[in-house]
């Protein structure tokens, strides 16, 4: 017996309607986290300034104090938390995935 029918059998003993509203409850659950977190890559890749310089590309002056200090700078933490978010919304979608076989919840 796996964990989620021993779940689903506290919620409502020998119910197949509880396994049911239990399986709706969770894929409901990982369809909200993966909207937030693919809104949230979305705000973030916005905001994200493009690497194009324009014109200082032909004179090559692109030695500039934040060209130094990319690191610290907000552009830097902008790219880190769009990564962070685009691989959270990559989790849930391969574990909302998994859960969609019928065999884990029989």
Not at 16 to 35: C, G, K, Q
Not at 37 to 45: D, E, N, Q
Request: glycine letters at 6%.
């Amino acid at each position: 017996m796996n964990y989620l029918s021993m779940i689903a059998n506290l919620l409502a003993p020998a119910s197949s309607d509880a396994v049911y509203a239990t399986y709706r409850i969770v894929s409901f659950v990982f369809i909200a986290l993966m909207l937030a977190a693919a809104v949230a890559a979305i705000i973030l890749v916005l905001l994200t300034p493009g690497n194009s310089r324009g014109i200082d590309g032909l004179t090559g002056s692109s030695e500039t104090f934040f060209g130094k200090n990319k690191g610290k700078s907000t552009e830097a933490k902008l790219k880190k938390w769009t990564v962070i978010s685009l691989v959270i919304l990559a989790v849930f979608a391969i574990v909302f995935f998994i859960l969609q076989i019928d065999s884990i919840w029989t």
